[in-house]
């Protein structure tokens, strides 16, 4: 195979941060390049300075596409070369219908007016190819996660794309969209498309990686041919961390104490769809010290249960009784959930968990500012002091308080979002897919940190759509299907097939 991309010494910097350091990649022709690192590594930096979103002149290195050297001044530029990038947040128009979405700037039109007899032709047939049987006029806001990810693939095929970048393309996907996605590029792969895949699943990665090239620190650690030589996950998870992980999943002494929430018989309708019931008759009770596991599909009621019970921030005609300590507990709004005793880590941190664009600092403490007020005025010093706490307790990595979380890597700003909830002092912690879209170093830090706290007493509720994370991490694992709870199994019975069993029984 020859080299459609090289990438050359490449170095980009910031106010005081070398974010590349001599960073080189080869992809070859018709290959699927997988690119693995922790958050921060580099590897969402490198490909906007690919993709043009870092101009030619801000960076040092070279780029050569197809043998001819690059210099991208804008998106623009690499898409006439055929150079697609799709980021995790996806960029469509939930208003727009799929078929203007997929032509959006790039109109099939004749004379200045748009020819929608063509459009609709041409997107029918795009959408053929993603395996999508949606109509050309329907509104993207009503498709699901998954789909929406094959409206942006059928947009890259639009632009005759030569190389496909996906930026963790499967993180908010369910196990069956992930794999059907998965299938898809090994289908354009035989058509010709070449890939580069950046994603912290690594399982998926060993699936359809033909080379796998892990960035550490801003620089090019390996670069591993599965052809050569297999692609195994320690391998991977070696050169990203840069040390042998003997176990995913730290060991904890398990003692469960005393109940201390009990859920009983808890029903929840649809907050639209008034005669739609989300959550059918659903008790449980988590102890002291104990991590509960949810598994399920999405669409299961997973999300739906953890923000019913944190003050009915989802759902209505909401019924049962939520008792704390054997005593019933008020959970009619979030303030008054947080005075119960509950904080929730939404799976959603960048959306409803954290202010992007304001500071770590100011982050940390938004979920209880009367403990750092007096007089109902916030004591700025007193903020400050408490980030720090939680800064250097956390481990997490950033320079100064006063940075803005949207400058954070995904796994330190998973800690500043654990960080606001700790300052609450709950005694019972709904954790909704709590390593989401971050690396295996940052999950094993999050992983201790979880311990820590069920060392501490706490209770805590842990919704993953990863089966290997809840099979390592929780006491009981409770399965649950169509918004009420099918099975439980304690740690010691619980497999991945016994699970999977109940997750798909009709």
């Known amino acids: 195979m020859t080299a459609l991309l090289e990438m050359r010494r490449i170095g980009k910097s910031f106010p005081g941060v070398k974010a590349l350091d001599q960073v080189n990649l080869v992809v070859q022709s018709g290959e699927i390049h997988a690119i693995?690192?922790?958050?921060?590594?580099?590897?969402?930096?490198?490909?906007?300075?690919?993709?043009?979103?870092?101009?030619?002149?801000s960076y040092d290195g070279d780029i050569v596409f197809d043998g001819q050297t690059a210099q991208f001044r804008s998106i623009r530029d690499s898409e006439d070369l055929g150079i697609i990038i799709?980021?995790?947040?996806?960029?469509?128009?939930?208003?727009?219908?799929?078929?203007?979405?997929?032509?959006?700037?790039?109109?099939?039109?004749?004379?200045?007016?748009?020819?929608?007899?063509?459009?609709?032709?041409?997107?029918?047939?795009?959408?053929?190819?993603?395996?999508?049987?949606?109509?050309?006029?329907?509104?993207?806001?009503?498709?699901?996660?998954?789909?929406?990810?094959?409206?942006?693939?059928?947009?890259?095929?639009?632009?005759n794309v030569r190389l496909l970048i996906l930026d963790e393309p499967t993180a908010a996907l369910s196990e069956s969209d992930s794999q059907a996605l998965l299938t898809l590029l090994l289908e354009l792969k035989s058509q010709g498309v070449t890939s580069i895949i950046i994603s912290h699943k690594l399982n998926e990665v060993r699936r359809v990686a033909d080379r796998v090239t892990v960035i550490r620190d801003g620089s090019t650690i390996s670069t591993i041919d599965a052809h050569a030589e297999p692609i195994t996950e320690d391998r991977i998870v070696r050169d990203m961390v840069g040390r042998?992980?003997?176990?995913?999943?730290?060991?904890?002494?398990?003692?469960?104490?005393?109940?201390?929430?009990?859920v009983r018989g808890w029903n929840v309708f649809h907050p639209e769809h008034r005669d739609r019931q989300t959550i059918r008759d659903l008790s449980f009770h988590i102890r002291a010290g104990e991590v509960l596991g949810i598994a399920g599909l999405m669409g299961a009621g997973r999300t739906e249960l953890a923000m019913s019970l944190f003050g009915r921030s989802w759902g209505r005609g909401i019924s049962g009784e939520v008792l704390i300590h054997g005593k019933p507990a008020d959970l009619s709004s979030v303030p008054a959930a947080i005075d119960a005793g509950l904080a929730y880590v939404t799976e959603d941190r960048k959306s409803l968990g954290l202010i992007l664009d304001d500071v770590i600092a100011r982050n940390t403490t938004l979920a209880h500012l009367p403990g750092i007020s007096v007089g109902g005025i916030i004591d700025n010093a007193r903020e400050t002091e408490v980030a720090e706490?939680?800064?250097?307790?956390?481990?997490?990595?950033?320079?100064?308080?006063?940075?803005?979380?949207?400058?954070?890597?995904?796994?330190?700003?998973?800690?500043?979002?654990?960080?606001?909830?700790?300052?609450?002092?709950?005694?019972?912690?709904?954790l909704d897919e709590p390593t989401r879209g971050i690396d295996v170093g940052a999950k094993y830090e999050i992983y201790n940190i979880i311990n820590e706290l069920s060392a501490a007493g706490k209770a805590i509720l842990?919704?993953?759509?990863?089966?290997?994370?809840?099979?390592?991490?929780?006491?009981?694992?409770c399965v649950m299907n169509e918004g009420t709870f099918v099975g439980e199994f304690p740690a010691a019975e619980a497999t991945q097939e016994r699970i999977m069993s109940l997750i798909v029984q009709e």
Not at 98 to 111: C, D, K, P, T, V
């Open 86 to 159: 799709i980021h995790q947040e996806l960029a469509l128009v939930p208003l727009l219908s799929i078929a203007e979405n997929i032509f959006l700037g790039n109109e099939r039109a004749a004379r200045g007016v748009i020819d929608w007899p063509e459009t609709f032709r041409q997107t029918e047939s795009l959408l053929a190819k993603v395996g999508l049987r949606e109509a050309p006029g329907t509104p993207v806001e009503s498709l699901g996660i998954g789909k929406q990810q094959l409206v942006e693939i059928a947009k890259a095929l639009s632009k």
């Open 36 to 57: 693995c690192g922790e958050n921060g590594a580099g590897k969402s930096t490198l490909m906007k300075v690919l993709s043009g979103v870092y101009p030619h002149g």
């Open 462 to 477: 842990m919704i993953s759509s990863e089966m290997p994370e809840l099979l390592g991490m929780c006491d009981r694992i």
């Open 389 to 430: 706490r939680y800064r250097k307790s956390l481990r997490i990595r950033t320079p100064s308080v006063h940075q803005r979380v949207v400058n954070l890597s995904g796994g330190n700003q998973q800690k500043v979002v654990l960080a606001k909830w700790l300052f609450t002092s709950p005694e019972v912690l709904i």
């Open 244 to 262: 042998d992980m003997a176990s995913r999943y730290p060991d904890r002494t398990r003692r469960a104490g005393e109940t201390v929430i009990e």
